[in-house]
T-cell receptor, first 114, second 118 residues
Framework: AQSVTQLGSHVSVSEGALVLLRCNYS??????LFWYVQYPNQGLQLLLK??????LVKGINGFEAEFKKSETSFHLTKPSAHMSDAAEYFC????????????FGAGTRLTVKP | DTGVSQDPRHKITKRGQNVTFRCDPI?????LYWYRQTLGQGPEFLTY????????KSRLLSDRFSAERPKGSFSTLEIQRTEQGDSAMYLC????????????????FGEGSRLTVL
C-alpha cells in the first residue's frame, strides 16, 4: 500500500524567504502525487498535482513541486513566502487503481514571520 | 458547481450519544470518501463509495461507525455510542468517474464536520 512521509511537522520562514516542504512517498506502482493546503477549521484545497508527463508541476499561489522518482520525493517549494501562506500543508499519494484511495502525510505547519 | 457540502459543521455531544453527519458531493461525482482528521494529524481514510456501493472500509471504522449512500448521491456517517476518542474533524470528499476525460485522481473536499465528545 502507498504511504507518505513529511519531514518536519513545523517549518518557520521569514516573509520573502524560500519555502521548502519535504515529502517522500512509498508506492508499489507509479503514483499520483498531490499537495493540499488547509487553513484553520476549513477543508483541504488542492495546491498542485502530479500525474504523468512533466516532473515539475506548478500550482496555485506560486507554489511548485518536482517529482523525483529516483529519490521517491515530491517536495513543495515557493521562492518567496507571503504572510498568507501560513497554513497546514499535506502531501498525498494515490495509486492508479480503481479505488483511488488517497493516503496523506501527517502534515507540515508553515509559519511565516514578518 | 456548488462544491462538496457537509452538515453540521460543528457538533458537540455527550459521551454515549449517537451522531450523524451528512455529505452532499459534487453532483456529477460518483465516488465519495470519508476521512477522519485528529488534531495535528493528516486525514485518515475511513471508507469509500462508488455510486451506492461501499467498496472499501478501513479498520479504523469500528462497528460503532456506519456509512451509507443509499441512492448514490448524498452520504451519511453515523457514530453510535460516541466516545471521547471520536472527537475529530470528519472530512468528506468526492471525485468524478475514473474514465472521465481529464480525470486525475484529485479529491474534492468539503469543509468538514467537527465533532467534540464531552
Amino acid at each position: 500500500a502507498q504511504s507518505v512521509t513529511q519531514l518536519g511537522s513545523h517549518v518557520s520562514v521569514s516573509e520573502g524567504a524560500l519555502v521548502l516542504l519535504r515529502c517522500n512517498y512509498s508506492s508499489s506502482v507509479p503514483p499520483y502525487l498531490f499537495w493540499y493546503v488547509q487553513y484553520p477549521n476549513q477543508g483541504l484545497q488542492l495546491l498542485l498535482k502530479y500525474t504523468t508527463g512533466a516532473t515539475l508541476v506548478k500550482g496555485i499561489n506560486g507554489f511548485e513541486a518536482e517529482f523525483k522518482k529516483s529519490e521517491t520525493s515530491f517536495h513543495l517549494t515557493k521562492p518567496s513566502a507571503h504572510m498568507s501562506d501560513a497554513a497546514e500543508y499535506f502531501c498525498a499519494v494515490s495509486d492508479r487503481g480503481n479505488n483511488n484511495d488517497m493516503r496523506f502525510g501527517a502534515g507540515t505547519r508553515l509559519t511565516v514571520k514578518p | 458547481d456548488t462544491g462538496v457540502s457537509q452538515d453540521p459543521r460543528h457538533k458537540i455531544t455527550k459521551r454515549g450519544q449517537n451522531v450523524t453527519f451528512r455529505c452532499d458531493p459534487i453532483s456529477e461525482h460518483n465516488r465519495l470518501y470519508w476521512y477522519r482528521q485528529t488534531l495535528g494529524q493528516g486525514p485518515e481514510f475511513l471508507t469509500y463509495f462508488q455510486n451506492e456501493a461501499q467498496l472499501e472500509k478501513s479498520r479504523l471504522l469500528s462497528d460503532r461507525f456506519s456509512a451509507e449512500r443509499p441512492k448514490g448521491s448524498f452520504s451519511t456517517l453515523e457514530i453510535q455510542r460516541t466516545e471521547q476518542g471520536d472527537s475529530a474533524m470528519y472530512l468528506c470528499a468526492s471525485s468524478p468517474p475514473r474514465g472521465l476525460a481529464g480525470w486525475t485522481g484529485e479529491l474534492f473536499f468539503g469543509e468538514g464536520s467537527r465533532l467534540t465528545v464531552l
